[in-house]
DNA sequence: GCACACCGAAACATCCGAGGTCTCTGGAGG
DNA sequence: CCTCCAGAGACCTCGGATGTTTCGGTGTGC
């Protein structure tokens, strides 16, 4: 095993035994790469590939530093390796959102306080009457956002996040192909609010069911469309 | 930005981008190097940050090439980063791995075939009659395993995977210290294979439910011995 | 006493070049 | 046809030198 990857598992290991807690600074690259008996060319690829996975944090000019690693922190990492897959494993994502995302409204249907739910009902107001795709978009994911916090498990939000990546492209499609996707979003946008203003899980679960379901079923028939008019080049057998 | 960072999305473009498919060989560090407009050093930092999250796989002596992407792999990655947590936010993920859990053997019991059924049970009857907790904990995670498989979700199997990690050391504790665990454990099993067998989704998801809500209430019960059975960690006031 | 600008130390960023080690490949020999 | 073995190619590791950034102390002027 090269030395590099020996250096990243002390150093995980550093961590992980409390040796280093999270906010604590590192060693000088020199000194470190001394104690873990390698050259600081080495250790730098150690602490680099760390850092990708937000588990470090470097600063010019002061030091390296362990980040809090908290769950959102941490699976924000991996927004970066879902940006990876493309259009054919878009729907194997979705399909997980689709469990998730109804769990998580309806734990924000009995977890949410008041000035949460409030804030909710702000966001659902703050959309212009014709929204341009862009706003629109933003404003959904920081709907939705609000809602996987209001789960209060910091997990299922950090993996709601790192799973609205790559569903993202297919909501723009949508919104730029099909008419009544935007008028049906809103609507379903604010009878998700209602229910869970009304402290409601279940009715909450159903509509988020709904709501992801109408994008997975949309998108499922865009990207097979053969069934619909095929003769373009089915000519085989 | 330091021009590490720059080089890795110069190189992650380029894979999403299509000019890098996966399987492809990158062009030798040097001419990569100048190429891209920086040294072998830093280019090798970058090499190795997509390494660890499993985008690129480096071989001595051959070459450097662009791994299959396949989601199973690059989830994969999320163990690692899954290793950081302790028994702080472990609940967080079991709470998350009872949405998923219960979902996937669902699904399971709609798509697995007769062969991938029969080894199920035939995983089941592996065990002995008095197993070590070892043995009782390498056949749990196998049985789980094939059922996220059966579940036809790549994504869902692979997130189950990562999430197992942390729960792992939780489910040895139980069943060192829980006298009945282990023989409750194998009835469960017992329970989801016969729903999947008979092809029952809803039977199966409750049996599932039931499975993981087990783990769940008991880990919580163990971490938090003050509240004795309040059964709810709303901790309001 | 307080605020601001300056300066030096500390630490990371980047680069370069030199050996070492491993793997693949192709040819010689049996 | 199979086996063995050099050679080339590619990555691995190292050490040092130089540039950049940040932090903290110091001194000045108000």
Redesign the pocket.
């Known amino acids: 095993m090269?030395?590099?990857d020996v250096a990243i598992d002390k150093i995980k290991d550093m961590i992980i035994s409390g040796e280093l807690a999270p906010g604590d600074r590192?060693p000088?690259?020199?000194e470190l790469?001394q104690r873990l008996?390698?050259?600081?060319?080495?250790l730098?690829?150690a602490?680099k590939a760390l850092c990708l996975i937000r588990v470090l944090d470097?600063?010019?000019?002061?030091?390296?530093y362990v980040t809090s690693l908290e769950p959102n922190l941490l699976l924000d990492a991996m927004t970066f390796v879902v940006d990876f897959h493309r259009d054919d494993t878009v729907l194997d994502f979705l399909a997980v959102r689709r469990i998730l995302e109804p769990a998580a409204t309806a734990l924000a249907a009995v977890h949410m306080g008041e000035d949460d739910i409030t804030e909710l009902g702000i966001l659902l107001d703050e959309l212009a009457d014709a929204p341009t795709i862009e706003a629109l978009l933003a404003n959904d994911l920081r709907f939705h956002r609000k809602i996987a916090e209001g789960s209060g498990n910091p997990v299922l939000c950090s993996l709601l996040d790192s799973l609205s990546g790559p569903t993202t492209r297919a909501r723009i499609w949508r919104g730029l192909t099909q008419e009544g996707a935007v008028a049906r979003t809103r609507e379903q946008h604010a009878a998700i609010y209602e229910a869970i203003a009304a402290h409601e899980p279940e009715l909450a679960r159903s509509w988020a069911t709904v709501h992801v379901a109408g994008v997975e079923q949309w998108l499922r028939n865009t990207l097979t469309p053969s069934v619909a008019d095929a003769g373009s080049d089915a000519a085989a057998s």
Chains 1, 2 share one sequence.
């Open positions: 090269p030395v590099t590192l000088k690259e020199a790469a008996g390698l050259s600081r060319s080495s730098r690829e602490v470097v600063r010019q000019g002061d030091g390296t």
